[in-house]
């Protein structure tokens, strides 16, 4: 008996329609890939907008300059005087200054808030103060330094007369001596000089 042929189906999809699909196909997949990196580039940017940080860095470029500035003469006085911790002078600075942006620092060499005058030299500038708790905006007259190294040398001097006592060789207890002996009169300033310090690393320069 003969064999009958099968015949062949023909298919039922063109190819260009098969074209077409494998085209969207690709777009998807790409689009995808590009819609996460773009997620991925807003999350980052989103992070150093709220931090102010980027993720390869503790701290911003203006941040570390302000911190070498501060060290060098800081980390020099100590060295010759061996009273007052780099680390402690770096993050009063960062503190009282802002990071160096005040009128008190721009225009008075003055990064430690240092009241009174240097050398009959002072300038008045609006301060906020505590008092019972509460904030309150006044007025006062503040050291006017001739430079930086004048305002470490000076601040050194001041708290080794005013509010140490002794040695000093840790920056958890001079941060507490600070506060207790009214340095400043915000209540949680020996808590944010140990965040700022322990937050930037600032003890390496203790050492």
Do not use: C
């Amino acid at each position: 008996m003969a064999k009958r042929r099968r015949k062949k189906r023909k298919s039922t999809t063109n190819p260009a329609t098969a074209t077409w699909i494998f085209v969207v196909i690709l777009l998807v997949l790409g689009g995808g890939l590009l819609m996460r990196g773009k997620i991925k580039t807003v999350m980052q940017t989103t992070r150093i907008a709220q931090t102010g940080t980027s993720s390869n860095s503790g701290e911003t470029a203006a941040q570390k300059k302000f911190i070498k500035k501060m060290a060098a003469p800081a980390v020099r006085v100590y060295q010759q005087n061996g009273q007052v911790l780099p680390s402690i002078v770096i993050a009063q600075a960062i503190l009282e200054s802002s990071w160096g942006t005040s009128s008190l620092y721009l225009q008075a060499n003055n990064p430690f808030g240092v009241k009174g005058s240097y050398q009959g030299k002072s300038k008045a500038f609006p301060t906020t103060e505590y008092v019972n708790g509460k904030k309150i905006h006044i007025k006062a007259n503040f050291r006017d330094y001739p430079s930086l190294t004048a305002a470490i040398l000076d601040h050194d001097a001041l708290l080794k007369q005013n509010y140490f006592k002794q040695t000093v060789t840790d920056y958890q207890t001079a941060a507490k001596l600070l506060q207790a002996n009214g340095y400043a009169t915000d209540p949680d300033y020996a808590k944010k000089l140990d965040n700022v310090i322990a937050t930037y690393n600032l003890n390496q320069y203790d050492t």
